[in-house]
């Protein structure tokens, strides 16, 4: 199975900026055989989108504005996690999520942000208090926004349910005060799994997101990681019958 991470510059937003980058990206991975694609944290709407506008306003998600996103899916037969905002239906809380989208353009799950600061660029954000591991082709698999990442608990769980790799979407730059640290090999080590993130680029607004690292890890250890401007999909090859990771390094191919 080939997976592919899209390293880009999405933290900025708006949507209708955001969107056609994604489907670049989209298009990029399915030429380079790609089976599951993961984006960063709110890939959708952009990190600070909130911070812009006198009026949030967050849909019931996946939204009329996915179509050309979930037809790439469909056309492709690809496996979709997708970070975005997203509102309740019945509740109508909103949520940091993940939104995984199969191959038939369904919604196989969603995982809901379950540590959040709840100020500034989150403010708007209703922590989720689920934390279940999503069915998808292949294996099952335990997801992780950002700061769910920081503490091995919420892995552990995941494991514990079944999750056989833990995907981590993220907007999380190493910093002094706040940075990731060693997080997610000690959630690797802590969980015996293999931890996936797909973090962004970019150089905008309170945070400089341009040496956020995505990440491949094993056995409590950093494989191969990516930095840098250059925004990028990343591909790596998994061996899903022996539950290992092929590649020994990302193959990197820019996106303009």
């Known amino acids: 199975m080939k997976v592919a ?8 937003g708006p949507q209708d900026a955001n969107l056609p980058m994604l489907q670049q990206a ?10 599951w694609v993961v984006t960063p944290e709110m890939a959708l ?6 911070e812009k506008t006198a009026q949030v306003k967050i849909p019931v998600q996946p939204d009329a504005s996915l179509g ?4 790439l899916v469909i056309r492709h037969r690809l496996t979709l996690f997708l970070g975005c905002a997203e509102r309740d239906a019945e509740t109508g809380k909103c949520y940091n ?5 199969g191959s038939d353009g369904s919604v196989l799950g969603r ?3 379950t540590r959040s600061h709840k100020k500034g660029a989150e403010a708007w954000v209703t922590e989720g208090d689920k934390l279940e591991p999503i069915s998808c082709p292949g294996m099952k698999v335990g997801i992780m926004v950002c700061a769910d990442s920081w503490f091995v608990d919420k892995a552990r769980v995941l494991r514990d349910k079944g999750a056989e790799v833990l995907v981590v979407l993220a907007a999380w730059p190493p910093t002094e005060e706040c940075g990731p640290g060693d997080c997610w090999e000690r959630c690797s080590m802590a969980t015996g799994l293999p931890v996936w993130v797909c973090n962004q680029t970019g150089n905008r607004e309170a945070i400089d997101f341009s040496q956020a690292q995505s990440v491949v890890v094993a056995d409590g250890k950093a494989l191969f990681s990516y930095s840098g401007l250059q ?3 990343l591909l790596f090859d998994w061996d899903c019958e022996r539950k290992r990771v092929l590649s020994d390094r990302f193959k990197v191919v820019a996106v303009d």
């Open 26 to 35: 989209l298009g990029l991975a399915a030429g380079e055989g790609a089976n």
């Open 45 to 50: 709407q952009g990190y600070f989108f909130a």
């Open 231 to 233: 925004p990028a999909v």
């Open 5 to 12: 991470l899209l390293h880009l510059d999405l933290s900025g």
């Open 68 to 71: 050309p996103v979930i037809q």
């Open 97 to 101: 999520s993940c939104l995984v989208i």
């Open 111 to 113: 995982h809901r942000k």
